[in-house]
């Protein structure tokens, strides 16, 4: 039974990550407890198994059930993670590889939990800074998609002709009438458009560049990003460096894990530079995607000898920046969504009331 559910979940390994998702805290729990496991003094299979126990997720019980059975095979624990891409990214069974070579994997696997955690931490800042524009996008179309359907055509029947009712009345009604007609098709719309967005970003590479470009063009939202990618950057330096992994192996798998086309691009620029013979720095100056107070630690990191200390002091100034430019991204976006509300609001009850007002000037 287990090994048919094995074979399962790799066989519909990526529909199962979308329906079930392992997220980031029963990751970071797994790496965690792992890490305390073998401090303890247990081997990695005991260690497995003794996670095993208290989990929870079904689908991670799987995976911990397959490393298991590929350990049991002497099969590597790098290796074994390596043959579930969805859960263990390219970066975590790097550095676990590297670890046994060291010999400190737990300090490692305590320092990927670390990073995971911090991970929910900036995921749930974003979430927290995203949901109230959305609460407040979805209140706003129901309240006119309620105005329009049902309150301004019973306005509108007041009047004996269309044609007196003012322009703005007009149109209104027919948003109304074209909405009553198609409101069922909307929801599959917009469906089809998030689709469409998903499809067209994973795979075709000049609408990635277009999307990715524009990012990094928005005010204040690039300032978001630019610190997110600047926190990462220096963290997972940091990382590599601990595990004593070669530049050009962390060059190349900071490009596995950056999203954005640009710093993609610009990790592999650096790793080309730095077969070269030039320095971290050197490759850095003058790009628009790097702070200059970072090339400038990292140049002095190399001068000295000591980068990767610094480069630890330097992602955790960036991680405290990214809460207040999360907060400023914050207090630039409510005023305006607020302002376009209150505008459409004020439209919709604007076409009934121009009406009402003739309808009084008529009477008096």
Known sequence: MAEQAIQKLWFFDKLLVQLFPIGLKHKTNF????SVALQAGLGIRDALYSIRKSETHQWLIIVIDDIIAQLSKWMSLPDAMRNHPYIFATEEVALLESSQVIGNMPEILQDIAQELENME????????AVIYPL?????TIIAVVILLIYVVPTIVSLFPSEA???????????ASSFLQYTRWIWPLVVLWIITLYKVLYESLLSFKIFVDDLVLHIPVVKNVVKVFYMYRFTKLLWQFYTAWLSSIVSLWLMKEVFSNFFYQKKALEIKSDLQSGFSFAESMEWSPLFDSIVVQIIALGEKTGNIGSVLLSVSEYYRRSLDTKLA???????????ACIAIIIGIVIGSIFLPMADLVSIIQ
């Open 121 to 128: 931490y900036i995921k749930q800042k974003v979430t927290k």
């Open 164 to 174: 007196e009712l003012p322009a703005l009345t007009r149109f209104m009604l027919w």
């Open 328 to 338: 400023i991204l914050m207090t630039f976006i409510e005023p305006i969504l607020l």
């Open 31 to 34: 790496f965690r407890l792992l």
């Open 135 to 139: 609460i407040l996008i979805f209140f």
